[in-house]
Protein backbone atom coordinates (compact mmCIF):
# COMPACT_ATOMS: atom_id res chain seq x y z
CA UNK A 1 0.00 0.00 0.00
CA UNK A 2 1.91 2.48 -1.05
CA UNK A 3 1.66 6.58 0.62
CA UNK A 4 -0.16 9.32 -1.06
CA UNK A 5 -0.78 12.93 -0.75
CA UNK A 6 -4.28 12.86 1.79
CA UNK A 7 -6.98 14.19 -0.33
CA UNK A 8 -10.18 14.83 1.71
CA UNK A 9 -13.54 16.56 1.14
CA UNK A 10 -17.20 15.40 0.48
CA UNK A 11 -16.92 14.48 -2.69
CA UNK A 12 -13.50 12.59 -2.84
CA UNK A 13 -11.43 10.86 -0.66
CA UNK A 14 -8.02 9.30 -1.37
CA UNK A 15 -4.46 8.79 0.44
CA UNK A 16 -3.50 7.66 3.71
CA UNK A 17 -5.42 9.43 6.01
CA UNK A 18 -4.53 10.17 9.81
CA UNK A 19 -7.24 10.92 12.06
CA UNK A 20 -5.71 12.35 14.58
CA UNK A 21 -4.37 14.95 12.53
CA UNK A 22 -7.95 15.68 10.93
CA UNK A 23 -9.67 16.23 14.54
CA UNK A 24 -6.97 18.94 14.56
CA UNK A 25 -8.04 20.23 10.93
CA UNK A 26 -11.43 20.32 11.45
CA UNK A 27 -11.59 21.39 15.11
CA UNK A 28 -13.57 18.33 15.99
CA UNK A 29 -13.16 16.76 19.45
CA UNK A 30 -11.83 12.77 20.43
CA UNK A 31 -14.63 11.34 21.43
CA UNK A 32 -14.06 9.77 25.00
CA UNK A 33 -16.57 8.44 28.51
CA UNK A 34 -19.75 7.57 27.15
CA UNK A 35 -22.64 5.84 28.64
CA UNK A 36 -22.58 2.30 29.37
CA UNK A 37 -24.94 1.74 26.62
CA UNK A 38 -22.85 2.91 23.74
CA UNK A 39 -20.27 0.28 24.85
CA UNK A 40 -22.73 -2.40 23.82
CA UNK A 41 -22.28 -1.16 20.54
CA UNK A 42 -18.72 -2.14 19.02
CA UNK A 43 -18.65 0.72 16.35
CA UNK A 44 -18.15 2.84 20.05
CA UNK A 45 -16.24 0.27 22.05
CA UNK A 46 -13.90 0.00 19.48
CA UNK A 47 -13.26 3.39 18.76
CA UNK A 48 -14.34 3.27 14.83
CA UNK A 49 -16.66 6.17 15.47
CA UNK A 50 -13.80 8.42 16.97
CA UNK A 51 -14.25 12.12 17.38
CA UNK A 52 -17.43 14.40 17.30
CA UNK A 53 -18.99 17.84 17.68
CA UNK A 54 -22.19 18.94 21.27
CA UNK A 55 -22.77 15.12 21.06
CA UNK A 56 -23.18 16.01 24.76
CA UNK A 57 -26.14 17.34 23.90
CA UNK A 58 -27.59 14.28 22.67
CA UNK A 59 -25.94 12.39 26.05
CA UNK A 60 -28.15 14.28 28.32
CA UNK A 61 -31.37 14.48 26.16
CA UNK A 62 -30.82 10.49 25.83
CA UNK A 63 -30.71 10.50 29.95
CA UNK A 64 -33.39 12.82 29.95
CA UNK A 65 -35.48 10.02 27.95
CA UNK A 66 -36.51 12.89 25.75
CA UNK A 67 -36.99 13.30 21.82
CA UNK A 68 -34.41 13.78 19.23
CA UNK A 69 -33.70 13.50 15.56
CA UNK A 70 -30.72 11.48 14.34
CA UNK A 71 -30.28 12.67 10.65
CA UNK A 72 -28.67 10.85 7.94
CA UNK A 73 -28.28 10.55 4.23
CA UNK A 74 -27.55 8.35 1.52
CA UNK A 75 -25.74 8.64 -1.78
CA UNK A 76 -27.75 6.28 -3.81
CA UNK A 77 -24.75 5.45 -6.23
CA UNK A 78 -24.12 1.69 -6.87
CA UNK A 79 -24.38 -1.36 -4.68
CA UNK A 80 -25.20 -0.75 -0.86
CA UNK A 81 -22.07 -2.44 0.31
CA UNK A 82 -20.27 -3.25 3.95
CA UNK A 83 -18.88 0.38 4.29
CA UNK A 84 -22.73 1.82 4.14
CA UNK A 85 -23.48 -0.24 7.32
CA UNK A 86 -20.97 1.94 9.34
CA UNK A 87 -24.31 4.50 8.97
CA UNK A 88 -27.11 2.01 9.05
CA UNK A 89 -25.95 0.30 12.36
CA UNK A 90 -26.12 3.95 13.27
CA UNK A 91 -29.13 4.27 12.30
CA UNK A 92 -30.74 1.31 14.33
CA UNK A 93 -28.87 1.97 17.05
CA UNK A 94 -30.01 5.16 17.88
CA UNK A 95 -33.74 4.07 17.15
CA UNK A 96 -33.54 2.00 19.74
CA UNK A 97 -32.42 4.69 22.45
CA UNK A 98 -35.57 6.99 20.83
CA UNK A 99 -34.86 9.15 18.22
CA UNK A 100 -36.56 9.62 15.21
CA UNK A 101 -34.91 8.91 12.44
CA UNK A 102 -34.85 11.34 9.57
CA UNK A 103 -32.93 9.70 5.83
CA UNK A 104 -32.50 12.00 3.07
CA UNK A 105 -32.61 10.82 -0.19
CA UNK A 106 -29.53 13.13 -1.93
CA UNK A 107 -30.79 12.38 -5.77
CA UNK A 108 -30.42 16.19 -6.40
CA UNK A 109 -26.83 16.21 -5.15
CA UNK A 110 -26.37 12.70 -7.29
CA UNK A 111 -27.88 14.97 -10.03
CA UNK A 112 -26.09 17.67 -9.63
CA UNK A 113 -22.55 16.37 -8.29
CA UNK A 114 -21.97 13.16 -10.58
CA UNK A 115 -24.45 13.79 -13.73
CA UNK A 116 -27.28 11.20 -12.07
CA UNK A 117 -30.46 11.33 -13.51
CA UNK A 118 -33.35 11.09 -10.90
CA UNK A 119 -34.61 8.51 -12.17
CA UNK A 120 -31.63 6.09 -11.72
CA UNK A 121 -31.45 7.40 -8.18
CA UNK A 122 -34.69 6.53 -6.97
CA UNK A 123 -34.31 3.16 -8.61
CA UNK A 124 -31.02 2.22 -6.42
CA UNK A 125 -32.38 3.78 -3.38
CA UNK A 126 -35.36 1.66 -3.58
CA UNK A 127 -33.69 -1.38 -4.68
CA UNK A 128 -30.54 -1.18 -2.85
CA UNK A 129 -30.31 1.28 0.18
CA UNK A 130 -33.99 1.15 2.16
CA UNK A 131 -34.22 -2.69 1.19
CA UNK A 132 -30.59 -2.88 3.94
CA UNK A 133 -31.28 -0.51 6.01
CA UNK A 134 -34.72 -2.73 7.02
CA UNK A 135 -32.62 -6.26 6.91
CA UNK A 136 -29.89 -4.61 9.10
CA UNK A 137 -32.77 -4.05 12.13
CA UNK A 138 -34.57 -0.92 10.96
CA UNK A 139 -37.87 -0.22 12.09
CA UNK A 140 -40.94 0.99 10.24
CA UNK A 141 -41.74 3.40 13.32
CA UNK A 142 -40.57 6.73 14.31
CA UNK A 143 -38.79 7.59 10.91
CA UNK A 144 -39.29 9.73 7.58
CA UNK A 145 -37.06 8.48 4.13
CA UNK A 146 -37.43 10.99 1.57
CA UNK A 147 -35.96 12.28 -1.74
CA UNK A 148 -34.38 15.63 -1.94
CA UNK A 149 -36.53 16.11 -5.40
CA UNK A 150 -39.64 15.52 -3.76
CA UNK A 151 -39.77 16.32 0.02
CA UNK A 152 -43.61 15.37 1.12
CA UNK A 153 -46.51 14.88 -0.99
CA UNK A 154 -47.49 17.91 2.06
CA UNK A 155 -47.79 20.22 0.67
CA UNK A 156 -46.96 22.96 4.18
CA UNK A 157 -43.99 20.83 4.91
CA UNK A 158 -42.49 20.42 1.27
CA UNK A 159 -42.52 24.30 1.28
CA UNK A 160 -41.28 24.69 4.36
CA UNK A 161 -38.39 22.82 3.47
CA UNK A 162 -37.69 24.18 0.10
CA UNK A 163 -38.31 27.61 1.76
CA UNK A 164 -35.21 26.97 4.41
CA UNK A 165 -33.23 26.40 1.71
CA UNK A 166 -33.43 29.51 -0.14
CA UNK A 167 -33.36 31.30 3.56
CA UNK A 168 -30.04 29.85 4.47
CA UNK A 169 -28.45 31.39 1.38
CA UNK A 170 -28.72 34.72 2.68
CA UNK A 171 -26.79 33.67 5.50
CA UNK A 172 -23.50 32.54 3.46
CA UNK A 173 -20.80 34.30 0.96
CA UNK A 174 -19.08 33.06 -1.42
CA UNK A 175 -15.68 33.36 0.05
CA UNK A 176 -17.41 30.50 2.98
CA UNK A 177 -17.95 28.49 0.88
CA UNK A 178 -14.71 28.74 -1.23
CA UNK A 179 -12.95 28.41 2.45
CA UNK A 180 -15.03 25.16 3.59
CA UNK A 181 -14.98 23.79 0.31
CA UNK A 182 -11.68 24.85 -1.64
CA UNK A 183 -13.11 24.16 -5.67
CA UNK A 184 -16.68 24.98 -5.74
CA UNK A 185 -19.20 25.42 -8.64
CA UNK A 186 -22.95 26.32 -8.69
CA UNK A 187 -24.27 23.29 -8.39
CA UNK A 188 -22.12 22.07 -5.59
CA UNK A 189 -23.24 25.04 -3.84
CA UNK A 190 -27.04 24.23 -3.92
CA UNK A 191 -25.83 20.66 -2.94
CA UNK A 192 -24.67 22.15 0.00
CA UNK A 193 -27.30 24.62 0.85
CA UNK A 194 -29.95 21.37 -0.13
CA UNK A 195 -27.80 19.79 2.42
CA UNK A 196 -27.89 22.26 5.22
CA UNK A 197 -31.68 22.53 4.95
CA UNK A 198 -31.61 18.70 5.77
CA UNK A 199 -30.02 18.83 8.49
CA UNK A 200 -31.73 22.23 9.99
CA UNK A 201 -35.61 20.91 8.80
CA UNK A 202 -36.69 18.69 11.41
CA UNK A 203 -36.53 21.68 13.94
CA UNK A 204 -39.36 23.81 11.85
CA UNK A 205 -42.38 23.93 13.68
CA UNK A 206 -43.83 22.03 10.16
CA UNK A 207 -41.65 18.96 11.52
CA UNK A 208 -40.51 18.06 14.94
CA UNK A 209 -39.99 21.56 16.18
CA UNK A 210 -37.25 22.65 18.14
CA UNK A 211 -35.08 19.29 18.96
CA UNK A 212 -31.67 18.35 19.20
CA UNK A 213 -30.37 16.68 15.80
CA UNK A 214 -27.41 14.34 15.67
CA UNK A 215 -25.77 14.08 12.38
CA UNK A 216 -23.51 10.57 12.26
CA UNK A 217 -20.95 10.98 9.43
CA UNK A 218 -17.39 10.22 8.25
CA UNK A 219 -14.98 12.88 8.57
CA UNK A 220 -15.42 13.89 4.55
CA UNK A 221 -18.60 14.79 5.13
CA UNK A 222 -17.46 17.47 8.14
CA UNK A 223 -17.63 20.67 5.28
CA UNK A 224 -21.37 20.19 5.05
CA UNK A 225 -21.67 20.23 9.15
CA UNK A 226 -19.85 23.37 9.52
CA UNK A 227 -21.34 24.75 6.93
CA UNK A 228 -25.06 24.32 8.56
CA UNK A 229 -23.60 25.06 12.09
CA UNK A 230 -22.00 28.28 10.86
CA UNK A 231 -25.14 29.65 9.29
CA UNK A 232 -27.89 28.11 12.09
CA UNK A 233 -25.79 30.41 14.28
CA UNK A 234 -27.04 33.79 12.12
CA UNK A 235 -30.64 32.08 12.13
CA UNK A 236 -32.98 32.18 15.27
CA UNK A 237 -34.75 29.42 16.47
CA UNK A 238 -31.88 26.62 15.76
CA UNK A 239 -30.46 24.47 18.07
CA UNK A 240 -27.15 24.06 17.34
CA UNK A 241 -26.19 20.54 15.25
CA UNK A 242 -24.64 17.68 17.39
CA UNK A 243 -22.53 15.07 15.31
CA UNK A 244 -20.36 11.97 15.07
CA UNK A 245 -17.58 11.09 12.76
CA UNK A 246 -16.01 7.26 11.82
CA UNK A 247 -13.32 6.23 10.83
CA UNK A 248 -13.73 4.81 6.94
CA UNK A 249 -13.99 1.04 6.45
CA UNK A 250 -11.24 -0.18 4.40
CA UNK A 251 -11.50 -0.86 0.79
CA UNK A 252 -10.39 -4.04 -0.38
CA UNK A 253 -6.89 -2.85 -1.62
CA UNK A 254 -6.60 -0.76 0.67
CA UNK A 255 -8.17 3.47 0.57
CA UNK A 256 -11.76 4.33 1.22
CA UNK A 257 -14.10 1.75 -0.94
CA UNK A 258 -15.72 3.16 -3.85
CA UNK A 259 -19.67 2.04 -4.97
CA UNK A 260 -18.35 2.71 -9.17
CA UNK A 261 -15.43 0.26 -8.12
CA UNK A 262 -16.89 -3.66 -7.52
CA UNK A 263 -13.31 -5.00 -6.89
CA UNK A 264 -13.50 -2.62 -3.84
CA UNK A 265 -16.10 -3.62 -2.05
CA UNK A 266 -18.05 -6.55 -0.65
CA UNK A 267 -22.04 -5.91 -1.31
CA UNK A 268 -24.31 -7.03 0.88
CA UNK A 269 -25.85 -9.05 -1.97
CA UNK A 270 -22.56 -10.68 -3.09
CA UNK A 271 -22.76 -14.85 -3.46
CA UNK A 272 -20.42 -16.71 -1.02
CA UNK A 273 -18.47 -17.58 -4.31
CA UNK A 274 -17.99 -13.95 -4.88
CA UNK A 275 -16.82 -13.18 -1.46
CA UNK A 276 -14.47 -15.99 -1.43
CA UNK A 277 -12.62 -14.51 -4.70
CA UNK A 278 -12.84 -10.62 -3.60
CA UNK A 279 -11.07 -11.30 -0.37
CA UNK A 280 -8.81 -13.84 -2.03
CA UNK A 281 -7.89 -11.58 -5.24
CA UNK A 282 -7.96 -8.43 -3.87
CA UNK A 283 -7.74 -7.91 0.32
CA UNK A 284 -5.21 -6.01 0.95
CA UNK A 285 -2.66 -8.31 3.38
CA UNK A 286 -0.35 -6.73 6.43
CA UNK A 287 1.39 -10.43 6.01
CA UNK A 288 5.05 -10.20 5.05
CA UNK A 289 6.45 -10.69 1.42
CA UNK A 290 8.15 -14.32 2.19
CA UNK A 291 6.59 -17.72 5.03
CA UNK A 292 10.07 -17.26 7.04
CA UNK A 293 9.28 -13.73 7.39
CA UNK A 294 6.27 -13.63 8.24
CA UNK A 295 7.06 -15.98 11.46
CA UNK A 296 9.80 -13.75 11.89
CA UNK A 297 8.60 -10.74 12.32
CA UNK A 298 5.06 -10.95 12.40
CA UNK A 299 2.01 -9.21 10.45
CA UNK A 300 0.44 -5.95 10.61
CA UNK A 301 -3.35 -5.95 11.11
CA UNK A 302 -3.45 -2.42 11.38
CA UNK A 303 -3.25 -2.49 7.70
CA UNK A 304 -5.08 -5.60 6.79
CA UNK A 305 -7.76 -5.81 5.25
CA UNK A 306 -9.21 -8.99 6.58
CA UNK A 307 -8.55 -7.97 9.75
CA UNK A 308 -9.82 -4.40 9.91
CA UNK A 309 -13.65 -6.61 8.20
CA UNK A 310 -13.46 -8.10 11.52
CA UNK A 311 -13.24 -5.56 14.00
CA UNK A 312 -15.65 -3.05 12.17
CA UNK A 313 -18.27 -5.57 11.56
CA UNK A 314 -17.72 -9.40 11.47
CA UNK A 315 -16.41 -10.49 14.71
CA UNK A 316 -18.54 -9.08 17.46
CA UNK A 317 -16.66 -11.12 20.47
CA UNK A 318 -13.73 -9.23 21.78
CA UNK A 319 -11.52 -11.99 23.48
CA UNK A 320 -11.63 -13.86 19.87
CA UNK A 321 -10.52 -10.75 17.99
CA UNK A 322 -7.72 -10.16 20.82
CA UNK A 323 -6.30 -13.41 19.98
CA UNK A 324 -6.67 -12.99 16.22
CA UNK A 325 -4.70 -10.07 16.47
CA UNK A 326 -1.88 -11.65 18.88
CA UNK A 327 -1.58 -14.21 16.56
CA UNK A 328 -0.99 -12.25 13.63
CA UNK A 329 1.15 -10.32 14.86
CA UNK A 330 3.39 -12.97 16.47
CA UNK A 331 3.28 -14.62 13.15
CA UNK A 332 1.48 -17.64 14.17
CA UNK A 333 -1.60 -17.01 12.07
CA UNK A 334 -0.90 -16.68 8.40
CA UNK A 335 -2.57 -14.38 5.82
CA UNK A 336 -4.14 -17.33 4.21
CA UNK A 337 -5.61 -18.52 7.40
CA UNK A 338 -6.77 -15.42 8.51
CA UNK A 339 -8.53 -14.94 4.93
CA UNK A 340 -10.49 -17.51 5.24
CA UNK A 341 -11.79 -17.28 8.96
CA UNK A 342 -13.39 -13.63 8.16
CA UNK A 343 -14.74 -15.24 4.11
CA UNK A 344 -16.47 -17.84 6.80
CA UNK A 345 -17.60 -14.99 9.27
CA UNK A 346 -18.82 -12.76 6.48
CA UNK A 347 -20.38 -15.31 4.58
CA UNK A 348 -22.62 -16.27 7.41
CA UNK A 349 -23.55 -13.18 8.00
CA UNK A 350 -24.68 -12.58 4.43
CA UNK A 351 -26.41 -15.83 4.45
CA UNK A 352 -28.76 -14.74 6.95
CA UNK A 353 -28.85 -10.97 5.99
CA UNK A 354 -29.90 -12.22 2.56
CA UNK A 355 -33.12 -13.74 3.83
CA UNK A 356 -34.31 -10.71 5.43
CA UNK A 357 -33.37 -8.49 2.44
CA UNK A 358 -35.81 -10.78 0.25
CA UNK A 359 -38.39 -10.10 2.98
CA UNK A 360 -37.67 -6.29 3.35
CA UNK A 361 -38.08 -5.53 -0.47
CA UNK A 362 -41.87 -6.12 0.11
CA UNK A 363 -41.72 -3.44 2.81
CA UNK A 364 -39.87 -0.56 1.04
CA UNK A 365 -43.21 1.88 -0.20
CA UNK A 366 -44.35 1.69 3.69
CA UNK A 367 -41.10 3.55 4.50
CA UNK A 368 -41.70 6.57 1.94
CA UNK A 369 -43.42 9.51 3.52
Not at 92 to 118: H, M, P, T, W
Amino acid sequence: MSKKLEEINPWEVSGNLNYEKLIKKFGVSPLKELPSVFNENILFRRKIIFAHRDIQRILETIKAKKPFVMMTGLMPTGKFHIGHMIIAQQMVFYQKLGAKIYIAVADLEAYNARGQSLEESKRIALEEYIPNYIALGFKLSNCEIYFQSERSKDGKKASAYYRLQNLLARHVTFNEFRAVYGEITPGKMLSALLQASDMLHPQLKEFEGKIPVLVPVGIDQDPHLRLARDISKRIKGFTQLSSTYNIFASGLGGGKMSASDSSSYIALTDSEKEVEKKIKKYAFSGGRATLKEHQEKGGNPDIDVSFQYLKFFFEPNDEKLKEIEEKYRKGEMLTGKLKEYTIKKINNFLKSHQKRLSKAKKQVKKYLK
